[in-house]
């Protein structure tokens, strides 16, 4: 058994460290079909006359990278992102002499808007220099700010100033639509197509190398345990005395991948693109299409989830408690974040995960999404209806009766990643009373920048503004994304677990758990109840409590554990070596001001924290 | 008046008191003791040493706590109290006066003379030190130990070093396993789960002595049978009395432990004693022991203590007993009183599951049938609604009926109420059906 867990973990690694190193071993090849087939899919000319294939390939050749062979993918995107943008640059440059303001007609505005010694720019001298009532138009758009009666210009240089810099604007946008994309999306589909080593030689056999051989040694690692562990109950042994689950080195290697993952994945996914092509069979067989880098996240979430979830059985196999939750949450990721919107995908439908509710999905109101779901039909329309009511209605009311456990441990894919790839962490989660402070400052501001960002977002929506009181709608919606979209969610809220614990963003930064927690803790049936004076004070509910909540403090009171915080997870209640601890949804009252069968009752009054 | 109270001792009992006084008064409170500087949990030593927590996570208060609740502390040995002139000597030359002491001092593991009991590699699990030494003991790993003494720190002991997977042997000198508190299919049930968790137990056995190696540390000992058994670490953990020795030279009255009345006052008026090192002349509720070495009376007296200091004089009453412990995977919990054997008046009701470690034992009196206690394993129930039931005198019958009232186990576990109830009405002829759970039988008053 310990030979076959011992193989497990080496099996696993070897699988790690393929998939580590597949990631830099793709060899890549500008090569001229690809660049057809991937850049005249719609077979349309640009203005010109020209292809978009035919003026990248001009671009290549001019930097002599037509038909190189690249060895690395470092220089291979490097050299793409050069050529990406010569292409966009010359085709700009092409048009500009065919749709833009050419270098006569900007002499001719200089020249006219003098007038008597004075500045004078209006509608009517660009009626009479442009004669294009295209260009006419996009300058009275870009410049009607500057007409004489909006603005007063002293001298020909100011003027000047402000109009060229306009100008430059205007010039530059043209053209646009013929721009290869430098968005992350089509970058994934251009490393990919222009792959032409590494996995892509042998697809099914990298898969295997990789995620097979992940598969194989995680299960192979987990399963024994239900020898080795001894028989079923709590076997916490040694874990505060791992590297790997204390904070040692080891842990410190998991953030540093895991971080470095993330990073990739959100900001530069390109570079996994040797990774996406292992799973496009998998893609193509759910969605028809081939896989982009979400694709690749969501299988890997799934097969992570997979294999730690045979974990939880495993090590909870005492506790139907965390055999249902387990098996509820699993569920919900793999038919609804997964396999559901794929194949709704699959019949041209939009990518839809219906148990994702704002403001967790923050983009649920972005413009994109609402035109893409309203466009849609019926079930479009339904989709969107089904997201408000999801949050407005269901998420409140459930909360209610359940606490908001329903979601975070049962439902939502956040709390199913860390129920059970983040299962081993969870002891690392602060209990400090500052940390308690530092997250209710903190998960409640950012449910009130969700709510501020989807206000101005909506209001622009529907009156068409792009900027309300001073706020850029993109702009904030950019930085929501980047900062709480990215940066919070996953590269701290994953990428930290081994020092932070496992729910570092579920508790100190998701909305949804904030908007959840106030009815949780102000208006619901759910309560952890204490169990008369059996506490001991032991202190492993609140160890093992992954939202850092002190249990022991209201325990060894018995007072009942009611904090916004809980997601129900349950693990107090299982450590708990004396019975203490039951989640209950009840109509019973709740003890709050301490237990009168332990003489216990709130704490010194000089001191209000505690 | 302000009053200056000094309190010897930072454990459960000590630190209770301490927090009540400061909630009922301002008046000055300092607490000695040397263990370590803060408090922290006995009760989970053992957690600490397998690995499942830190040392700090035994500490439920922070550090900056006592400093913001004006709780002085002073990491000292107090080595001998001057009750005339209310001061005391600490080991570090200090001198501290009071107005009021309060002894809180605890514990220490009792040793029977045995030859070769202070060796390096013997000895017993209380104090944070006995941890560190455990640590040290084993740090290079050991073929066996040896536990002396079949009590619940034994059983604790041996499942600390069985989680690092070193072989145990278990000397218990009775015929069944805490056979002084557990009736006999309980406690045969326990040494079953022992053999699990491949415990070398060893019945009707007693140590002899301990034997020392070259290197001076304990080699092997012997049993009353003769037989040598070799092993690195011997556990002494044959109960524990109180730690009173700096006592005794004093003029406070002491026979095991510090002489208390139902006040925790001693025979020295402003010095009190509670927690593990009180004992009571005669116990205030009759049914206990005269020195209760449990965590929550610690908690009882010192609320009691408080409240008796600050506001109206109050006597201990730590009402119905209740208990609970865990044996490796098993839960125990007891609420009213349970023996091994019933009792003249007594009879006892018993189902136990036909495979899985899983128990229900009710004792009644059998002319009544006035419910008096219920033993569990494996299964968690509901300290209030025993507690209340115990308050109103149900019956037996009422207990079994309302059965499902009491189940505390999480949610989705099986409930065996069912089973427990026919096992119940056959034996006793009765035609009882389980209610439904009723959040109202519990909570209405
Ligand atoms: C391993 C173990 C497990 C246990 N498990 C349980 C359980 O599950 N349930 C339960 O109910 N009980 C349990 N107990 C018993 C429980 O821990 C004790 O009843 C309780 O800790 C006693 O508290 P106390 O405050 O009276 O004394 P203590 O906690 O012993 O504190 C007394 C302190 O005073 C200090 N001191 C003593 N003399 C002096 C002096 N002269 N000068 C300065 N300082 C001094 C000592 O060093 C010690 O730190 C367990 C005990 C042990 C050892
Ligand atoms: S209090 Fe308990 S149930 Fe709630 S999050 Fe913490 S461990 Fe989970
Ligand atoms: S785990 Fe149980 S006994 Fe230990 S502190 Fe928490 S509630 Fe109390």
């Not at chain 1, 393929?18 to 500008?30: H, K, P």
């Not at chain 1, 042998?202 to 192979?220: D, Q, R, S």
């Not at chain 1, 570079?271 to 069979?281: A, C, E, F, H």
């Not at chain 1, 709704?344 to 219906?354: A, E, G, I, S, T």
Request: charged residues 20%.
């Amino acid at each position: 058994m310990k030979l076959i867990q011992q193989i497990g973990l080496y099996t696993f690694i070897a699988g790690m460290l393929l998939f580590t190193a597949n990631v830099f071993i793709g060899s890549y090849r500008f090569e001229e079909q690809t660049i057809v087939a991937q850049l005249d899919a719609t077979q349309d000319k640009i203005d010109t006359g020209d292809t978009i294939a035919n003026g990248f390939k001009a671009a290549l050749k001019e930097l002599s990278f037509l038909g190189k062979k690249y060895n690395g993918e470092f220089d291979f995107i490097s050299d793409l992102n050069q050529a990406i943008t010569l292409y966009n640059k010359n085709i700009t440059t092409e048009l500009v002499t065919v749709n833009g303001i050419t270098p006569s007609e900007i002499e001719a505005l200089y020249s006219g808007v003098q007038k008597d010694g004075k500045i004078i720019y209006n509608e009517e001298l660009l009626t009479t220099v442009l004669t294009d009532p295209a260009k006419k138009q996009k300058l009275i758009d870009g410049t009607n700010w500057m007409f004489e009666g909006q603005r007063e210009y002293a001298d020909l240089e100011s003027f000047k100033n402000d109009l060229n810099l306009k100008l430059e604007e205007i010039n530059s946008s043209i053209g646009k639509q013929y721009h290869i994309s430098t968005e992350a999306w089509n970058l994934v589909n251009l490393t990919k197509a222009f792959n032409v080593g590494g996995s892509k030689t042998n697809v099914e056999l990298w898969f295997f190398l990789t995620f097979g051989l992940i598969i194989i040694g995680g299960l192979a690692y987990n399963l024994p345990n239900i020898k080795l562990l001894g028989m079923a109950g709590i076997k916490n042994n040694g874990i505060q005395q791992t590297s790997i689950s204390n904070k040692g080195w080891l842990a410190w290697i998991v953030l540093g991948y895991l971080v470095g993952f993330y990073l990739l994945l959100y900001f530069a996914p390109h570079y996994l693109n040797n990774n996406i092509l292992l799973v496009d069979p998998v893609s193509n067989s759910l969605s028809g299409k081939p896989a982009g880098h979400w694709f690749l996240y969501g299988f890997i979430y799934c097969v992570s989830m997979t294999i730690m979830a045979v974990r939880m059985y495993i090590k909870y196999r005492h506790n139907n408690y965390q055999i249902f939750r387990t098996t509820v949450v699993w569920f919900f990721q793999i038919a609804f974040a997964f396999l559901i919107p794929e194949l709704l995908v699959r019949f041209d439908k939009p990518w839809y995960d219906f148990k994702n509710a704002w403001p967790l999905d923050y983009d649920f109101f972005f413009a994109f999404n609402i035109d893409d779901l309203l466009a849609n039909g019926t079930l479009g329309a339904f989709m969107f209806f089904w997201g408000i009511i999801l949050t407005l209605i269901i998420i409140p009311v459930m909360a209610y009766f359940f606490g908001k456990r329903w979601y975070c441990s049962w439902v939502c894919g956040c709390g199913g990643l860390a129920e059970t790839v983040g299962d081993p962490y969870r002891q690392n989660s602060s209990k400090t009373l500052l940390s308690w402070k530092v997250e209710r400052y903190l998960v409640h501001s950012v449910l009130a920048f969700a709510i501020v960002m989807t206000l101005v977002t909506l209001y622009a929506y529907y009156s068409g503004a792009t900027t309300i009181a001073g706020i850029d709608v993109y702009t904030i919606q950019k930085i929501y994304s980047f900062l709480i979209g990215s940066i919070f969610s996953g590269v701290i809220g994953t990428g930290f677990y081994p020092i932070f614990g496992n729910r570092t963003w579920c508790r100190f930064g998701c909305p949804l758990a904030a908007y959840m927690g106030i009815v949780q803790r102000f208006k619901s049936k759910f309560r952890i109840t204490t169990n008369g004076g059996q506490c001991i004070s032991c202190g492993n509910c609140s160890t093992y409590c992954e939202q850092g909540i002190d249990v022991r403090s209201y325990a060894q009171k018995g007072e009942d554990i009611i904090r916004a915080s809980c997601v129900g997870c349950g693990v107090c209640s299982a450590v708990c070596p004396r019975g203490v601890l039951k989640l209950e949804n009840s109509d019973a009252p709740k003890k709050v001001d301490g237990n009168p069968l332990i003489f216990e009752n709130n704490i010194v009054k000089l001191n209000k924290d505690v | 008046m302000k009053e200056k109270i000094v309190i010897i001792g930072n454990g459960i009992a000590g630190v209770t008191i301490a927090r009540y006084l400061r909630k009922y008064s301002n008046h000055e409170i300092l607490i000695i003791s040397s263990e370590t500087p803060y408090f922290f949990s006995r009760t989970a030593l053992m957690y600490v040493y397998m690995g499942h927590m830190k040392f700090e996570h035994l500490q439920p208060y922070e550090n900056w706590f006592w400093e913001k609740n004006k709780i002085d502390l002073k990491q000292a040995f107090v080595q001998s109290i001057d009750t005339n002139n209310k001061s005391l000597q600490l080991d570090n030359g200090e001198q501290v006066n009071y107005t009021k002491l309060i002894l809180a001092t605890g514990s220490k593991p009792n040793k029977f003379g045995w030859p070769g009991q202070d060796l390096p590699g013997v000895q017993g699990l209380y104090s944070k030190q006995d941890l560190d030494t455990l640590e040290e003991n084993t740090k290079n790993g050991i073929n066996r130990a040896v536990i002396i003494g079949g009590g619940l720190i034994g059983i604790e002991m041996a499942e600390m070093l069985r989680a690092r997977n070193y072989p145990v042997t278990f000397l218990v000198r009775e015929n069944l396993f805490w056979g002084n508190v557990l009736p006999k299919e309980e406690s045969e049930m326990i040494m079953r789960h022992m053999k699990d968790h491949h415990i070398d137990l060893r019945l009707k056995t007693e140590l002899k002595e301990i034997i020392a190696g070259a290197d001076g540390k304990a080699k092997s000992i012997i049993t009353n049978h003769g037989e040598e058994i070799p092993c690195q670490v011997v556990g002494l953990t044959a109960g524990v009395s109180p730690n009173i020795d700096f006592v005794k030279s004093s003029n406070i009255d002491t026979k095991r432990g510090i002489l208390v009345n139902e006040y925790l006052e001693t025979n020295i008026p402003d010095v009190y004693a509670l927690g593990d090192c009180a004992e009571f002349h005669q116990h205030p509720s009759g049914d206990r022991r005269n020195i209760e070495q449990i965590w929550y009376t610690g908690k009882i007296m010192g609320k009691t203590l408080a409240t008796t200091i600050c506001k109206t004089k109050t006597a201990y009453n730590p009402g119905h007993w209740f208990n609970s412990a865990k044996f490796m995977d098993i839960e125990y919990q007891t609420y009213g009183w349970v023996f091994p054997k019933p009792k003249e008046n007594e009879k006892h009701f018993s189902w136990m599951h036909p495979t899985k470690y899983l128990s229900v034992r009710i004792c009644y009196d059998k002319n009544t049938s006035a419910f008096i206690g219920i033993n569990t394993f494996g299964i968690r129930m509901r300290h209030q609604a025993f507690d209340k039931w115990l308050n109103e005198k149900r019956s037996v019958d009422y207990i079994i009926e309302h059965l499902k009232d009491a189940n505390f186990d999480p949610e989705f576990y099986k409930q065996y109420e069912n089973e427990i109830v026919a096992q119940f009405n056959s034996e006793n002829d009765t035609n009882i059906t389980p209610k439904k759970r009723n959040w109202k039988n519990l909570f209405s008053a």
